[in-house]
């Protein structure tokens, strides 16, 4: 157990629809990090949260949006879904600056049908 | 930008096999460079990392990696895997102080018994 929690495990909704992934990080990490892993692309970094504020932006799609809270935990939100946005989503967290690894939760396995 | 190569997508191993995975990354400062693995269905989990120092890092389970700054390297070798190896293994680079993990395209490891 990583200490990173992801609700829920597993998603399915249909296309135009939007949905909310929840992270929470492990006690005292002030980064969280959101990643989409699809068979196609791979494991693709998409915002970085550090202390409430965004510290990195990557492969996020406009109709992508994520904040961090100020009890640290984020939301990936997700809206207008497309069939291509399923995917395994991915939240991690690490502790303040330094050199340190990301922990991974489990991962929210969101279907698009 | 940085960017991470692996060499083998599809690996195939016997027990007891030694296992060199390849990896390579583009960036000319200072990196720090990490294996992840991800067993079947599970979430990414860390199996070793380099910061600085000793350019040979041992990780859990017997892995280690070799830093080779000139060639931009980062192989992961075992020199007996085991069924339980199975899995996907991921090399990842961060630069700067706020360890945004660019992954490489991951290589899936199938050990036979």
């Known amino acids: 157990d990583s200490g990173v929690t992801q609700t829920p495990k597993h998603l399915i909704t249909a296309t135009g629809q939007r949905v909310t992934l929840r992270c929470s990080p492990r006690?005292?990490?002030?980064?969280v990090y959101w990643y989409q892993q699809s068979l196609d692309q791979g494991l693709q970094f998409l915002i970085q949260?550090?202390?409430?504020?965004?510290?990195a932006k990557g492969n996020i799609l406009e109709r992508f949006s994520a904040q961090q809270f100020p009890d640290l935990h984020s939301e990936l939100n997700l809206s207008s879904l497309e069939l291509g946005d399923s995917a395994l989503y991915f939240c991690?967290?690490?502790?303040?600056?330094?050199?340190?690894?990301?922990?991974f939760g489990q991962g929210t396995r969101l279907t698009v049908v | 930008a940085q960017s991470v190569s692996q060499h083998n997508h599809h690996v195939i191993l016997s027990e007891a096999a030694s296992l060199e995975l390849g990896c390579n990354y583009s960036?000319?400062?200072?990196?720090?460079l990490f294996w992840y693995v991800q067993y079947p269905g599970q979430h990414l989990q860390l199996l070793l990392k380099?910061?600085?120092?000793?350019?040979l890092v041992k990780g859990i389970k017997g892995f280690e990696a070799e830093f080779i700054k000139s060639k931009f390297s980062f192989n992961l070798r075992k020199p007996s895997v085991q069924w339980s190896d199975t899995a996907e293994y991921f090399c990842?680079?961060?630069?700067?102080?706020?360890?945004?993990?660019?992954f490489g395209a991951g290589t899936r490891l199938a050990v036979h018994p």
């Open positions: 991690a967290s690490s502790p303040p600056p330094g050199n340190t690894e990301a922990f």
């Open positions: 949260y550090y202390n409430g504020e965004e510290r």
């Open positions: 380099y910061f600085s120092g000793d350019p």
């Open positions: 990842a680079v961060t630069t700067g102080g706020y360890n945004k993990l660019i």
């Open positions: 960036y000319g400062g200072t990196v720090n």
């Open positions: 006690s005292g990490d002030l980064s």
